[in-house]
């Protein structure tokens, strides 16, 4: 083994898929990429690492609530696209031509062209650590969609998308809880 500059350790543990996150305040919705998220237990909460700096971040803190649109692979220039302009001077869903959905019981927008979308509630936002913690109200799918694969982000630039799956759930049932 060769010494890895501890800078760089990040880019070994990346994190959940890549999202996309919507928000809207007043007639204002607005898109933003998100490559650090995680799924809390076996519960439908989630986290998200963004703060100050972001444009969205205003919105979570205001209306406390967003849409979690889940990107598959095709999406991939849209998704670099949407993470590297802003929400402030540019309308998200016009520029990179996605449809806005109404959600079931958010005001954001679910994003149509995307796998999947939950619909969330701010739960906390731990400042110290620039994480938001989002419980799921209600989840979305397009089961007719034939790209799934989704996207992951190393951190430097570069991805990985998902591949094949091992089904190991006989080997796993006695240690999952019931439902799962």
Known sequence: MRELELSRAFTLME?????LVTTRTGSKSNIMT????????FTPVFAIT??????SFAALRKTKECV???PTVDMLDTVVGIGT???ADTDKFARFKLTAMPGKI???PLIEECLANIECKVADIVTK???VVLEAVAAHIDPKRKEKRMLHAVGD???VVDGRRFDRKKMMASKLPAGV
Not at 50 to 55: E, S
Request: charged share 5%.
């Open 50 to 55: 963004t703060g100050a700096w972001n444009y």
């Open 129 to 131: 650590h620039s994480i």
């Open 15 to 19: 994190p959940g898929p890549v999202v």
């Open 68 to 70: 979690i649109a889940i």
């Open 85 to 87: 302009c802003s929400g």
């Open 157 to 159: 630039g570069t991805f």
């Open 106 to 108: 958010v005001k954001a």
């Open 34 to 41: 998100i490559s650090w998220t995680m799924v809390m237990d």
